[in-house]
């Protein structure tokens, strides 16, 4: 089974902090995934990534940065926290490029900005 | 623009009965489906998918899908509802013409009462 692993289920930080959030995958997946979820909002794109060092914006990446040096592994930087950044981040994996598997998600992290 | 609507933010049914969880979406072109659900504190786990042929699509769990191309829908449903089936329910879609997007519904919570 696919394993995508996120390094924190709870976070609290502070406004103004750089906030990094981690996710691994072990199945040599080449795309990776970072969204936030917020009730009634579903899930957002902030970016992705189909390659080592490439990575392409999603619907909101505001606020938001990415780097990916290793294929297993995808950060999502949070340059300087805010507030109306307090959510749920779920990263996930997928197979291939623009093909029809489905995507394996983390169990997500938890966190607030205060 | 791709688009995918659940008009429906809860469903609640009793144990035993069948369910059903709506899903309409826009894309480009043919689609590829997907429903995902997500139990509290939790990533999304994949339950079923469409690519092309048969419009009923069976996936884990017991639950199964009716792709309807006239109407454009991707309804979810069960035969027989389990308590255990209560979580948040996400439709998804991305065009199978290439590239890395997949749209996610804002989602259905289903309570299903003993």
């Known amino acids: 089974d696919v394993k995508v692993t996120q390094s924190s289920r709870y976070l609290v930080k502070r406004t103004g902090e750089k906030v990094f959030l981690e996710c691994v995958q072990d199945?040599?997946?080449?795309?990776m995934f970072w969204y936030r979820q917020d009730p009634g909002l579903g899930l957002r794109l902030i970016y992705f990534?189909?390659?080592?060092?490439?990575?392409e914006k999603g619907d909101i990446p505001e606020g938001y940065s990415v780097s990916r040096e290793k294929k297993e592994r995808f950060s999502l930087i949070l340059e300087s926290a805010s507030t109306n950044q307090t959510s749920m981040y779920l990263c996930a994996s997928s197979l291939g490029t623009g093909d029809s598997q489905p995507q394996h998600f983390g169990d997500g992290t938890r966190l607030s900005i205060l | 623009a791709q688009s995918v609507a659940q008009p429906e933010d809860q469903v609640n049914v009793a144990e035993g009965n069948p369910l059903t969880v709506k899903c309409t979406y826009s894309v480009s072109g043919n689609p590829y489906l997907f429903w995902y659900v997500q139990y509290p504190n939790r990533g999304l786990q994949f339950l079923l998918k469409?690519?092309?042929?048969?419009?009923l699509v069976k996936g884990s769990y017991g639950f199964e899908a009716e792709f309807n191309k006239s109407q454009t829908s991707f309804h979810l449903k069960k035969p027989s509802a389990l308590v255990s089936d209560s979580a948040l329910y996400f439709c998804a879609v991305r065009q199978n013409t290439g590239g890395f997007k997949t749209i996610f519904g804002a989602g259905t919570r289903l309570f299903v009462k003993a």
């Open positions: 469409y690519i092309t042929g048969d419009n």
């Open positions: 990534s189909y390659d080592v060092k490439m990575k």
């Open positions: 199945m040599d997946h080449e795309n």
